[in-house]
């Protein structure tokens, strides 16, 4: 018979074995309770946070943290100005609206650089939709747009007369439609081969028809030299503009929003449920006749964010962010359809609402209020406002662009809603699930980008975003991103002129051999 004794250190061994397990258990609880507080805090995108569902508002009303960035487009390497002889003419038809446009100009600069063709002044269509004929030399300053891409491209404003068997005659551009997105290759080959073959050739329609992503630089910066510093609206636009910032800005912050509640988006993304049955009518009408046949559901597309946000839901976003009925807001937005019965909500939660009519109701802007002026107005007020919303940014040429300007611009604030983050919680809320709404809008709007510097990633444009090719950095890591000299066409001019002396020199040397 063995003695109860023996049995004693095993039994010492089993608890100190059962302290070394709780022990382990605990470091690990602790170890992950730490990684995941640590994860927290790299969410939070509110510029002084304290928890992760904060969001200080009093930050977002200042430009967002650069990281030391700055835009510049200036050209970085060797970049020659055009040569004397051009290849022939480039006349380019602009279609869609403003921003639409204006992408287009941006790439009709640079398909003539890239095929060494004189640019004649872009055409901007006078659609159905705008039923504005301002043309380019109505909205732009032409003289500035001209003298700003010297060094780039040569540009007239029309394709001049030529002399031949003692007879005057104007060439006739041919006549070509490219396809969207064509690649550079389409351009120094079939465009190209055109070109020489006729003097000139007509791109109709023009808009999207040259590939965004371009793997070279210096291209991308010219685009941007195009859309940041060659397009300037003309001076009474400024004007206009800057009045009404500045009466928005003598009462304190203004908020921008483009609200996109209109026929045509509503139309397009197939969001018709909402509606009363004669609106559907007319929502449905408008998609037969302007998009392509497609079957939408509604509750299908709402669940993945592919729907306008309605103005109250708007309203909603911002004062679950913290912002009060005190803030003032300039609307961007054309007719809002469905009338005063969606905007009420609105206006109850932000009572201070304005647009370019009410700061500013001179008749130009009362006869153009939907036409390419009241865009351009509404573009440059969105532009100097201290934080910008845009409701849509899918398919939306004004809010995109605006994006990417106001980055390039200092980093100043947009608020961008991740319309599929939030569809869910206000379905919710639509089906009485209201506990904890305003914090589960908070955690899908701190994981936005507040306007910083970040990564392009498809389907991103570079009209959206144009970081890194046209920013660069006071005090570089990487030698490729140092910043050049501050003035674009000093930098420009001073190549032109070192390339004037090359080829004098050259000339005098080739004089004395002789």
């Given at each position: 018979?063995?003695?109860?004794?023996?049995?004693?250190?095993?039994?010492?061994?089993?608890?100190?074995?059962?302290?070394v397990?709780?022990?382990?258990?605990?470091?690990?609880?602790?170890?992950?309770?730490?990684?995941?507080?640590?994860?927290?805090?790299?969410?939070?995108?509110?510029?002084?946070?304290?928890?992760?569902?904060?969001?200080?508002?009093?930050?977002?009303?200042?430009?967002?943290?650069?990281?030391?960035?700055?835009?510049?487009?200036?050209?970085?390497?060797?970049?020659?100005?055009?040569?004397?002889?051009?290849?022939?003419?480039?006349?380019?038809r602009?279609?869609?609206?403003?921003?639409?446009?204006?992408?287009?100009?941006?790439?009709?600069?640079?398909?003539?650089?890239?095929?060494n063709?004189?640019?004649?002044?872009?055409?901007?269509?006078?659609?159905?939709?705008?039923r504005d004929?301002?043309?380019f030399?109505?909205?732009?300053?032409?003289?500035?747009?001209?003298?700003?891409?010297?060094?780039?491209?040569?540009?007239?404003?029309?394709?001049?007369?030529?002399?031949?068997?003692?007879?005057?005659?104007?060439?006739?551009?041919?006549?070509?439609r490219?396809?969207?997105?064509?690649?550079?290759?389409?351009?120094?080959?079939?465009?190209?081969k055109?070109?020489?073959?006729?003097?000139?050739i007509?791109?109709?329609?023009?808009?999207?028809?040259?590939?965004?992503?371009?793997?070279?630089a210096?291209?991308q910066?010219?685009r941007?030299?195009?859309?940041?510093?060659?397009?300037?609206?003309?001076?009474?636009?400024?004007?206009?503009s800057?009045?009404?910032?500045?009466?928005?800005?003598?009462?304190?912050?203004?908020?921008?929003?483009?609200?996109?509640?209109?026929?045509?988006?509503?139309?397009?993304?197939?969001?018709?449920?909402?509606?009363?049955?004669?609106?559907?009518s007319?929502?449905?009408?408008?998609?037969?006749?302007?998009?392509?046949?497609?079957?939408?559901?509604?509750?299908?597309?709402?669940?993945i964010?592919?729907?306008?946000?309605?103005?109250?839901e708007?309203?909603l976003?911002?004062?679950?962010?913290?912002?009060?009925?005190?803030?003032?807001?300039?609307?961007?937005?054309?007719?809002l359809?469905?009338?005063?019965?969606?905007?009420?909500p609105f206006?109850?939660?932000?009572?201070?609402?304005?647009?370019h009519?009410?700061?500013d109701?001179?008749?130009?802007?009362?006869?153009?209020?939907?036409?390419?002026l009241?865009?351009?107005v509404?573009?440059?007020?969105?532009l100097?406002?201290?934080?910008f919303?845009?409701t849509?940014?899918?398919?939306?040429?004004f809010a995109?662009?605006?994006?990417?300007?106001?980055?390039?611009?200092?980093?100043?604030?947009?608020?961008?809603?991740?319309?599929?983050?939030?569809?869910?919680?206000?379905?919710d809320?639509?089906?009485?699930q209201?506990?904890?709404?305003?914090?589960?809008?908070?955690?899908?709007?701190?994981?936005?980008?507040?306007?910083?510097?970040?990564?392009?990633?498809?389907?991103e444009?570079?009209?959206?975003?144009?970081?890194?090719?046209?920013?660069?950095?006071?005090?570089?890591?990487?030698?490729?991103?140092?910043c050049?000299?501050?003035n674009?066409?000093?930098?420009?001019?001073?190549?032109?002129?070192?390339?004037?002396?090359?080829?004098?020199?050259?000339?005098?040397?080739?004089?004395?051999?002789?």
């Amino acid at each position: 018979m063995r003695r109860p004794a023996h049995h004693r250190p095993h039994a010492k061994q089993g608890v100190v074995k059962g302290m070394v397990g709780k022990l382990a258990i605990g470091v690990i609880v602790l170890l992950i309770c730490t990684l995941s507080l640590l994860f927290s805090a790299t969410l939070r995108g509110g510029r002084g946070s304290t928890s992760p569902s904060e969001i200080n508002v009093e930050k977002l009303w200042e430009s967002a943290d650069s990281g030391g960035w700055r835009p510049s487009s200036a050209p970085r390497s060797d970049w020659p100005s055009p040569p004397r002889q051009s290849n022939g003419y480039l006349r380019v038809r602009c279609n869609g609206g403003l921003n639409q446009q204006r992408s287009a100009i941006c790439n009709a600069v640079l398909a003539a650089r890239i095929m060494n063709a004189t640019l004649v002044l872009p055409e901007l269509d006078a659609n159905s939709f705008w039923r504005d004929d301002s043309g380019f030399q109505g909205i732009y300053d032409v003289e500035h747009f001209i003298r700003t891409l010297q060094y780039d491209v040569r540009i007239v404003e029309s394709i001049p007369e030529i002399r031949k068997n003692g007879k005057t005659k104007k060439i006739k551009a041919y006549q070509m439609r490219p396809s969207r997105d064509a690649p550079i290759s389409w351009y120094t080959t079939d465009a190209l081969k055109k070109m020489k073959e006729h003097g000139a050739i007509y791109l109709t329609p023009f808009s999207h028809r040259l590939a965004e992503e371009i793997d070279n630089a210096e291209y991308q910066r010219l685009r941007c030299r195009v859309n940041y510093h060659a397009l300037r609206f003309k001076p009474h636009i400024v004007k206009i503009s800057e009045s009404i910032v500045e009466k928005l800005r003598n009462q304190g912050h203004f908020m921008s929003i483009h609200l996109r509640f209109e026929m045509d988006m509503l139309a397009f993304a197939g969001c018709l449920d909402i509606f009363t049955p004669e609106e559907q009518s007319i929502l449905k009408k408008y998609r037969k006749e302007n998009f392509a046949e497609k079957r939408l559901v509604y509750k299908e597309r709402r669940a993945i964010g592919k729907c306008p946000l309605t103005p109250e839901e708007v309203g909603l976003i911002l004062r679950a962010m913290g912002f009060d009925n005190s803030t003032r807001i300039y609307l961007a937005a054309g007719e809002l359809f469905g009338g005063e019965r969606f905007m009420q909500p609105f206006r109850a939660l932000f009572p201070h609402l304005e647009n370019h009519s009410s700061v500013d109701p001179s008749e130009e802007l009362a006869a153009n209020t939907q036409g390419l002026l009241g865009s351009a107005v509404d573009y440059m007020v969105c532009l100097l406002s201290d934080i910008f919303m845009p409701t849509y940014d899918g398919p939306s040429n004004f809010a995109n662009n605006l994006l990417g300007h106001r980055l390039y611009y200092g980093f100043r604030t947009t608020l961008r809603p991740d319309r599929k983050g939030l569809a869910p919680i206000f379905i919710d809320r639509e089906n009485g699930q209201t506990a904890g709404f305003e914090e589960a809008v908070r955690r899908v709007m701190l994981k936005t980008n507040f306007g910083g510097p970040h990564k392009r990633v498809s389907p991103e444009s570079f009209y959206t975003n144009s970081w890194p090719e046209c920013f660069c950095q006071m005090n570089p890591k990487n030698a490729a991103d140092k910043c050049p000299p501050d003035n674009v066409i000093d930098t420009l001019h001073s190549q032109l002129e070192s390339e004037w002396e090359s080829l004098t020199q050259t000339n005098l040397t080739s004089v004395a051999e002789r």
